[in-house]
């Protein structure tokens, strides 16, 4: 599709967001939350939907996601209900899901979103709601179908914008910012491969300038950051290919083929939902006072903008480089915690430090896909291995060798330079010594080098560097090695 006819035509995008919170246990019951079990084995009476059992509202649930409401500008309703979501599917054992329908706890926030450009775009935040998930019908046997209700009841908060996005770059923009909130608040993992975070758009288009909006799709089955941009780029291309040819855009849900790189409708009757909601007549309605509002205010961490701009104006480093220490916050809190730990706090050792953990350790955590807690590294050898640098007891070259050392070993840098003689040598007279036996050794070098060969120089280095181990000076060899080969 060509650049203009794309330009011609304005985008709408609405989405909802499902994040799975990271309770201990389930929504309504005591059942553990933890994934991995052997299937139906986090299950009890109240989550299988037994006859005569009674829910109660896990405590933890209600916290989460008032944290989230303040963390995005809305109103807590004071007092909300449950409702009952009426439909039939063999993985739901009730035959309704416990939600919230015409009273969502959350209500009319919103949050911002960064552009391209660096400016700040506001999003409306319609509704967040409680809900319970349902279990997971398993395919993979063959003709038979397996059910496991580990999942049934699990506890998630569905997080529904208003239509204020105007391009896939907006929804991104807006989803990973969902995603770093909810991870600073440590309610949800945000992982959107194992389906934490789950999404869902609505999306339209319509002529620029016009006010009407176009009829809208929904889109389903986009399960990483990267294919929400891409079934939003090839959905919005195919309403515009229907508008030009003349035809009309008809109402419904659009599956995502993540291969071909397509949306196509969805075949089955699930269009027809009437999910004949009704107040759910075994929960209480959940009441929420000013002091338990200010209670849960107080536990909201400084989140990952403002995080970004104090780490720029409190230890000088760019912007970008604060941006990607801040995008985890358990690398951000790795890295302050280092700098606590560091012996002589310079604009220097702060960035040297920097440095390392969006080098080595971020290579090794994308390496290994692990977090940086699970690397063993501890805070205060990467900054004890900055400061050996920073006063020249260790060369850089030494640092980087011994780096892979320091993963889950208790020995510090300190312990481990001593203990295999490491320590840089700068001693200006030994050094001397060996520099001029290099030249010694290598006479037809030293000839070339004479006859014009200047680039043979780095080879003396280089030489010399050897002959120590790599536990020179690299600045005292330079100056050493022109000093003497001048002399030769
Ligand atoms: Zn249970």
């Given at each position: 599709m060509t650049p203009e006819l794309l330009q011609k035509y304005e985008p709408v995008i609405g989405l909802e967001v499902h994040a799975q919170m990271l309770t201990k246990s389930k929504a309504f019951c005591s059942c553990s939350t933890e994934f991995g079990a052997s299937p139906n084995h986090n299950t009890c009476p109240v989550c299988l939907g037994h006859p005569g059992t009674l829910p109660v509202l896990n405590e933890n649930l209600l916290r989460f996601i008032v944290r989230m409401g303040l963390a995005t500008n809305c109103e807590i309703r004071e007092r909300s209900i449950f409702a009952r979501k009426n439909y039939f599917y063999p993985d739901l054992p009730k035959g309704y899901q416990i939600s919230q329908y015409e009273t969502p706890i959350c209500h009319d926030g919103f949050l911002e979103v960064e552009q391209k450009d660096g400016t700040l775009k506001k999003i409306g935040i319609t509704r967040i709601h409680m809900e319970e998930d349902a279990g997971k019908s398993i395919h993979d046997f063959g003709a038979e179908t397996l059910v496991d209700l580990n999942r049934a009841g699990v506890p998630l908060i569905e997080i529904v914008s208003e239509p204020d996005m105007r391009s896939s770059d907006e929804a991104y923009a807006y989803l990973t910012t969902i995603k770093s909130i909810v991870t600073y608040l440590g309610i949800c993992d945000g992982n959107m491969e194992e389906g934490s975070l789950r999404c869902d758009a609505n999306v339209s288009v319509r002529l620029r300038g016009a006010e009407k909006f176009g009829q809208k799709t929904e889109v389903k089955n986009m399960n990483s950051f990267r294919n929400v941009q891409r079934a939003l780029e090839s959905e919005i291309e195919r309403q515009i290919g229907l508008i030009e040819r003349g035809e009309k855009v008809i109402h419904e849900t659009m599956l995502f083929d993540a291969n071909k790189g397509v949306t196509r409708p969805m075949r089955t009757k699930e269009e027809a939902h009437d999910y004949r909601y009704f107040p759910e007549p075994d929960l209480l309605p959940v009441t929420v006072t000013t002091k338990y509002l200010d209670e849960?205010?107080?536990?909201?961490?400084?989140?990952?903008?403002?995080?970004?701009?104090?780490?720029?104006?409190?230890?000088?480093?760019?912007?970008?480089?604060?941006?990607?220490?801040?995008?985890?916050?358990?690398?951000?809190?790795?890295?302050?915690?280092?700098?606590?730990?560091?012996?002589?706090?310079?604009?220097?050792?702060?960035?040297?430090?920097?440095?390392?953990?969006?080098?080595?350790?971020?290579?090794?955590?994308?390496?290994?896909?692990?977090?940086?807690?699970?690397?063993?590294?501890?805070?205060?050898?990467?900054?004890?291995?900055?400061?050996?640098?920073?006063?020249?007891?260790?060369?850089?070259?030494?640092?980087?060798?011994?780096?892979?050392?320091?993963?889950?070993?208790?020995?510090?840098?300190?312990?481990?330079?001593?203990?295999?003689?490491?320590?840089?040598?700068?001693?200006?007279?030994?050094?001397?010594?060996?520099?001029?036996?290099?030249?010694?050794?290598?006479?037809?070098?030293?000839?070339?080098?004479?006859?014009?060969?200047?680039?043979?120089?780095g080879y003396f280095v280089g030489q010399t560097m050897k002959a120590t181990q790599g536990k020179a000076n690299p600045e005292m060899v330079n100056s050493l090695m022109k000093e003497e080969l001048e002399k030769a």
């Open positions: 849960v205010r107080s536990e909201i961490p400084e989140l990952q903008r403002a995080r970004r701009d104090r780490f720029v104006s409190e230890y000088k480093i760019p912007s970008y480089d604060a941006g990607v220490l801040t995008a985890d916050k358990a690398t951000a809190d790795f890295f302050e915690k280092s700098i606590l730990s560091l012996v002589k706090k310079s604009d220097e050792s702060i960035k040297a430090l920097s440095n390392y953990i969006m080098g080595d350790v971020m290579r090794l955590m994308s390496e290994r896909k692990q977090t940086i807690s699970a690397l063993g590294l501890q805070p205060n050898h990467l900054a004890e291995l900055v400061d050996l640098i920073q006063d020249k007891t260790i060369s850089n070259k030494i640092a980087k060798d011994i780096f892979p050392d320091l993963l889950g070993n208790s020995d510090s840098p300190k312990q481990i330079v001593e203990k295999r003689g490491l320590v840089q040598v700068t001693d200006t007279e030994s050094l001397r010594a060996t520099v001029r036996d290099v030249i010694a050794k290598n006479p037809n070098q030293l000839a070339q080098y004479k006859g014009g060969k200047v680039a043979l120089f």
